[in-house]
């Protein structure tokens, strides 16, 4: 199953990470270079109220990936709302 990002409205930011609100929460999406140590890829991080955090297991690939990971771990974590099927 793939994972997509139902909020339309990421903005790109001025360091290249993007952006969008979801209930309260700031989530960003942002590139990892490769190093010798890491592979190259996106990563997320989802900041809310009361200093709740969350952020990425692993990396992505691909952008959409991390912007719909990023959505659905604050819908499950915070929300209470059952993983899709799958």
Same mark, same amino acid.
């Given at each position: 199953?793939?994972?997509?990002?139902?909020?339309?409205?990421?903005?790109?930011? +001025?360091?290249?990470?993007?952006?969008?609100?979801?209930?309260?929460?700031?989530?960003?999406?942002?590139?990892?270079?490769?190093?010798?140590?890491?592979?190259?890829?996106?990563?997320?991080?989802?900041?809310?109220?009361?200093?709740?955090?969350?952020?990425?297991?692993?990396?992505?690939? +691909?952008?959409?990936?991390?912007?719909?990971?990023? +959505?659905?771990?604050?819908?499950?974590?915070?929300?209470?709302?059952?993983?899709?099927?799958?």
């Amino acid at each position: 199953m793939h994972i997509h990002p139902t909020i339309s409205l990421w903005q790109r930011e +001025e360091d290249g990470s993007y952006k969008a609100e979801l209930d309260g929460f700031t989530l960003t999406v942002s590139w990892r270079p490769e190093s010798k140590d890491e592979r190259r890829g996106f990563l997320w991080k989802a900041e809310g109220p009361e200093g709740k955090v969350l952020e990425a297991p692993e990396i992505s690939e +691909e952008i959409e990936i991390a912007m719909g990971s990023a +959505e659905q771990a604050v819908r499950i974590a915070f929300h209470a709302e059952p993983a899709p099927a799958g």
